[in-house]
């Protein structure tokens, strides 16, 4: 099911944060995102297709594939049920260029480690963030999708192994990165990261205080989230997408 807008879906060089409350559809609305923007990017010819990183801390999504083509669904036999994607799993460093292989792989690659700690896999993660923003061309489009991307940030909002996430946001623009961070409170983002954001999907939240981060990226003070789950709002460069929007059953 694509997105019924343009308007609503990722363009190239979007900041984007998704905010919500557990189970109201955030991981959903995440994915379809993700795929519609993929539709866009990854379907060209080796030299200019683009590349996206699922970078998954929980772990949550389900990459299809190792770089060798086999099946990873021995490894989650063990977990209830996730998001599948058709991507390529990335567990290794030393795997990152092949997991990017435009002539071998179809440019979606999930970053995830089962066999570290909850710290240790933050830190992996954000030396991950950092290799692809290094090695991204802006002559070719990219995505980079923080799951839980709370677990980047320290109490005080800074970052907790490096600044790469606020970089990110406030300079990828310039290599042609998209980002897409996805978080339940507000209050947990850093706020420059939350300023330099130009859209907005806003699900249920459960805190008073998240509403009122909001109003520092420039959110209109007489819009309210949704109360319901499997609705959320748009919010793109200022303004407001004209009516709320229900995720499909």
Not at 20 to 28: E, I, L, M, P, Y
Not at 78 to 83: A, Y
Request: glycine residues 6%; charged residues 25%; proline residues 5%.
């Amino acid at each position: 099911m694509a997105l019924e807008s343009k308007q609503i879906g990722l363009r190239d060089r979007d900041r984007a944060v998704l905010l919500g409350a557990n189970g109201t559809g955030k991981s959903f609305l995440g994915k379809q995102l993700v795929i519609d923007y993929a539709s866009e990017i990854l379907d060209r010819p080796p030299k200019t297709k683009g590349r996206i990183l699922v970078v998954d801390t929980k772990p949550r999504w389900r990459p299809s594939h190792t770089i060798t083509g086999t099946s990873t669904r021995y490894r989650y036999r063990h977990f209830i049920k996730g998001d599948t994607l058709d991507a390529c799993l990335l567990d290794d460093w030393a795997n990152f260029d092949a997991a990017f292989d435009p002539y071998t792989q179809n440019g979606m690659v999930v970053s995830q480690r089962l066999d570290l700690n909850a710290s240790m896999a933050v830190a992996w993660q954000t030396a991950i963030i950092e290799r692809f923003y290094r090695t991204q061309s802006g002559k070719r489009p990219g995505l980079i999708f923080i799951d839980e991307c709370m677990d980047f940030f320290g109490p005080t909002g800074n970052g907790r192994y490096s600044d790469i996430v606020q970089k990110l946001v406030r300079a990828g623009r310039e290599k042609g990165i998209a980002s897409l961070l996805a978080a339940q409170r507000s209050k947990t983002i850093n706020i420059q990261v939350l300023s330099e954001c130009n859209v907005l999907y806003l699900f249920r939240l459960n805190f008073v205080k998240d509403v009122e981060r909001l109003y520092e990226m420039g959110f209109p003070h007489d819009v309210l989230p949704p109360t319901e789950d499997r609705i959320f709002r748009v919010f793109r460069d200022r303004k407001m997408y004209p009516h709320p929007v229900t995720l499909a059953a």
